[in-house]
């Protein structure tokens, strides 16, 4: 029987800093294939060393760019990998053990999330950072809304799940964390004007503490000590901020 073929997805916007040691370790796969969106420093350089297909483009829709990037693989199954995650020598041999003997369908991944140099097991959620996600399905497994920000995602066929985790490098540094955090709420600002209800505000008030509780106490955020509890902060204050930029801002 003839062995599945294996595309790697790398999708990029100005990864110049992350994208060579992203995709060095994805030259297991047998098909490298990398979107450039809007890039404007060496990554297209870095991509044509490495990659077997490169797609350029402008895109400001998040599913937009994916849907591009899969439509330009042609491997039975698709790993997308950002430039900031790293697939380790483990997680490969796992993926390329499994695929084999895999229905159709998609496969959860464990993430290992950094904050500079410190690994973030807990806490994770609440539109800020994911302990698990799906990067490994079969072509049409999985589409995307199209929501600037955490668009809604469709999976069909069989859910599946892997024990090797992705690593994450999330954020470099506290300010690492509160710039994704600003370009979250604007994101998210835009999808809540242009879907004509941008909420209330004692609404979103009162999302904070859900939300904190559910990140800081049931994911036991309170077991990263600092960490945690800005991860649970931010999730807490996104839905609320993103309202009050809704209602104040136009851009």
Not at 143 to 168: A, S, Y
């Amino acid at each position: 029987m003839t062995s599945p073929r294996l595309s790697a997805l790398v999708v990029a916007h100005n990864e110049e800093d992350q994208l060579r040691d992203c995709l060095q370790a994805l030259r297991f796969a047998d098909e490298l294939v990398v979107v450039l969106d809007k890039c404007t420093d060496g990554s297209k350089a870095i991509a044509e060393s490495i990659a077997d297909r490169i797609v350029e483009g402008s895109w400001d829709v998040e599913g937009h760019r994916q849907h591009a990037g899969y439509e330009a693989c042609s491997g039975d199954w698709i790993l997308h990998i950002d430039a900031d995650e790293r697939v380790t020598p483990e997680l490969a041999a796992e993926i390329r053990a499994t695929i084999p003997n895999a229905e159709a369908g998609y496969f959860l991944i464990p993430f290992d999330n950094y904050i500079g140099d410190r690994l973030v097991r807990y806490g994770w959620g609440g539109s800020f950072g994911v302990s698990a996600a799906v990067r490994l399905f079969s072509p049409g497994a999985k589409r995307f809304g199209d929501e600037l920000i955490h668009p809604r995602i469709t999976m069909t066929g069989k859910r599946q799940r892997l024990k090797t985790p992705v690593i994450h490098y999330h954020d470099r540094d506290i300010s690492d964390m509160i710039q994704r955090f600003d370009r979250y709420t604007t994101m998210k600002a835009r999808d809540l004007r242009d879907s004509g209800d941008v909420g209330t505000f004692r609404s979103n008030f009162r999302r904070i503490f859900s939300r904190f509780f559910k990140c800081y106490v049931q994911r036991k955020g309170y077991r990263e000590g600092y960490y945690g509890f800005l991860i649970a902060l931010f999730a807490g204050l996104l839905p609320l901020v993103s309202h009050l930029k809704a209602r104040l801002e136009d851009t």
